[in-house]
Antibody, heavy 124, light 111 residues
């Protein structure tokens, strides 16, 4: 059973960097799939932030790309998100998820396993 | 503003069928058979219900079905049940510069 668990500070000050980690159990990150971050502001819809492969290859949402860094640590079977220069607009529940990737086409397809999500509030 | 357009809300009575639309463009929904649908109950993580337009993951009821025509994908739920009341989101691959886009979500109310 694949399980994902987000962790990190629940409160971040404006202009600082938001940092979260997603620990994966029941599946080796090195075995394949992309691994991604999705966020959901309170009362609003889902927004894809970006995704990473075990090799370190990344794809980012163009609207967030300048502020986002996603990294992977295969030895710990986890991946991480850093979002810099945060504002109140970055307040959201942040989810990590496994993303199916078709190795033949290079297309990112669907998120089949999700973490429970963690609320990050940006406030002074 | 979301990249994919969904109705804000739909409703139906138990036993009825409803359809939720998801309209994109020729750069996403129209170009790839890679639309997925997610169900989200309040305070819970989204759950994959449909992938690759019309395929169901193991364990998902066959009351859920998906289809696509042109730039619009649809999720149909037949034999509505109280537990189907939730928010539903569509998602599509959007090519090698945008990659992944979500719809704004649709709140399904079972009357």
């Amino acid at each position: 059973q694949v399980q994902l668990q987000e962790s990190g500070p629940g409160l971040v000050k404006p202009s600082e960097t938001l940092s979260l980690t997603c620990a994966v159990s029941g599946y080796s990150i090195s075995s394949g799939y992309y691994w991604g971050w999705i966020r959901q502001p309170p009362g609003k819809g889902l927004e894809w932030i970006g995704s990473i492969y075990h090799s370190g290859s990344t794809y980012y949402n163009p609207s967030l790309k300048s502020r986002v860094t996603i990294s992977v640590d295969t030895s710990k079977n986890q991946f991480s998100l850093k979002l810099s220069s945060v504002t109140a607009a970055d307040t959201a529940v942040y989810y990590c998820a496994r993303l199916y990737y078709d190795i033949l086409t290079g297309y990112l397809q669907d998120f089949d396993y999700w973490g429970q999500g963690t609320l990050v509030t940006v406030s002074s | 503003q979301s990249a994919l357009t969904q109705p804000a809300s739909v409703s139906g009575s138990p036993g009825q069928s409803i359809t939720i639309s998801c309209t994109g463009t020729s750069s996403d929904v129209g170009s790839y058979n890679l639309v997925s649908w997610y169900q989200q109950h309040p305070g819970k993580a989204p759950k994959l219900m449909i992938y690759e337009v019309s395929k169901r993951p193991s364990g998902v009821s066959n009351r859920f079905s998906g289809s696509k025509s042109g730039n619009t994908a649809s999720l149909t739920i037949s034999g509505l049940q109280a537990e189907d009341e939730a928010d539903y989101y569509c998602c599509s691959y959007a090519g090698s510069s945008t990659y992944v886009v979500f719809g704004g979500g649709t709140k399904l109310t079972v009357l």
